[in-house]
């Protein structure tokens, strides 16, 4: 079986990152998945969708990475700080806050960029889902590095661009140094305006740059922030919204996706190991 993570990323603030990663993650949940969701972002906002501000774990985000900063014989595993009670079957979470950023500088100065990636080795869930802040930086390479897929949402105006600009850049620069084969599932497109033509120019600048849209675009809606006060993933807690129903479909649009690039990665690795072997003969 394919091990699938997946993380939600821009650069770009206020695009509806956090949600998305939790509303995938329940939809992955919701479908029979034993899903994982890391909160990644000191500001602990995933972890405050689905547990709220009373329900706070002792272990955290921040006890991993405080632990990787110790000498220990044996390699150190995420899951020893997992969240299991989210009230939400099927998903688990690894919650975050703001004791992650007290330890940046340290774990930059001792080089431990990889250590997201070395703790979810061997794991048993079939999807994670990883939450980095709005920002390039530690953390968010942390979880581009661990990554094997990559989901970019976006709001549709013009910054769009350029923050998907150099989000292109940033992962053939991560291909490139740590982590050549995370997959690039396409761009979400967040509080879309049916019938504008501002965002539909948006959409075919993005197209340009190289980046494939996925679909259905996810409309506008108030009811997005009622379901943060809820403490409730809107999948979940109106699974009949409209809103609800488009990132019902995203998710399975993106399975599809996802399959489709696995077996052609497979098809591509068996053909390359063969043109190898028969290398090796003719040497």
């Known amino acids: 079986m394919t091990q699938i993570i997946r993380v939600i990323y821009n650069q770009k603030g206020g695009v509806g990152k956090t949600t998305l990663a939790v509303n995938l993650a329940a939809c992955a949940a919701k479908s029979g998945k034993r899903t994982l969701l890391i909160d990644s972002d000191p500001q602990g906002n995933a972890s405050s969708y689905i547990l709220g501000n009373e329900k706070y774990p002792d272990n955290t985000l921040a006890d991993y990475y405080e632990s990787c900063l110790h000498l220990n014989i044996f390699r150190q595993s995420i899951f020893e700080y997992i969240t299991l009670n989210t009230k939400i079957p099927n998903l688990h979470l690894v919650a975050c806050n703001r004791e992650?950023?007290?330890?940046?500088?340290?774990?930059?100065?001792?080089?431990?960029?990889?250590?997201?990636?070395e703790g979810l080795k061997n794991n048993t869930y079939e999807q994670v889902y990883l939450d980095p802040p709005p920002a390039n930086d530690f953390f968010s390479l942390a979880?581009?590095?661990?990554?094997?897929?990559?989901i970019?949402?976006?709001?549709?105006?013009?910054?769009?661009?350029?923050?998907?600009?150099?989000?292109?850049?940033?992962?053939?620069?991560?291909?490139?140094?740590?982590?050549?084969?995370?997959?690039?599932?396409?761009?979400?497109?967040?509080?879309?305006?049916?019938?504008?033509?501002?965002?539909?120019?948006?959409?075919?600048?993005?197209?340009?740059?190289?980046?494939?849209?996925?679909?259905?675009?996810?409309?506008?809606?108030?009811?997005?922030?009622?379901?943060?006060?809820?403490?409730?993933?809107?999948?979940?807690?109106?699974?009949?919204?409209?809103?609800?129903?488009?990132?019902?479909?995203?998710?399975?649009?993106?399975?599809?996706?996802?399959?489709?690039?696995?077996?052609?990665?497979?098809?591509?690795?068996?053909?390359?190991?063969?043109?190898?072997?028969?290398?090796?003969?003719?040497?």
């Open 100 to 117: 992650l950023e007290d330890l940046r500088t340290k774990l930059e100065n001792k080089h431990k960029i990889m250590k997201l990636r």
């Open 143 to 150: 979880c581009l590095i661990a990554a094997t897929e990559i």
């Open 152 to 283: 970019i949402p976006i709001d549709c105006d013009a910054f769009s661009i350029r923050a998907a600009t150099e989000i292109k850049n940033t992962i053939e620069e991560v291909r490139q140094d740590h982590n050549p084969n995370l997959r690039v599932l396409g761009i979400v497109v967040n509080q879309f305006q049916k019938g504008t033509k501002h965002s539909l120019g948006i959409i075919q600048d993005l197209q340009k740059i190289g980046f494939q849209i996925l679909e259905p675009y996810i409309p506008s809606s108030v009811k997005i922030r009622e379901s943060h006060s809820e403490i409730k993933p809107i999948v979940i807690g109106h699974p009949e919204h409209a809103v609800s129903q488009a990132i019902q479909s995203l998710f399975f649009s993106i399975e599809n996706i996802s399959q489709m690039k696995n077996i052609r990665n497979d098809t591509n690795e068996k053909s390359t190991s063969k043109d190898n072997n028969s290398s090796m003969r003719l040497d």
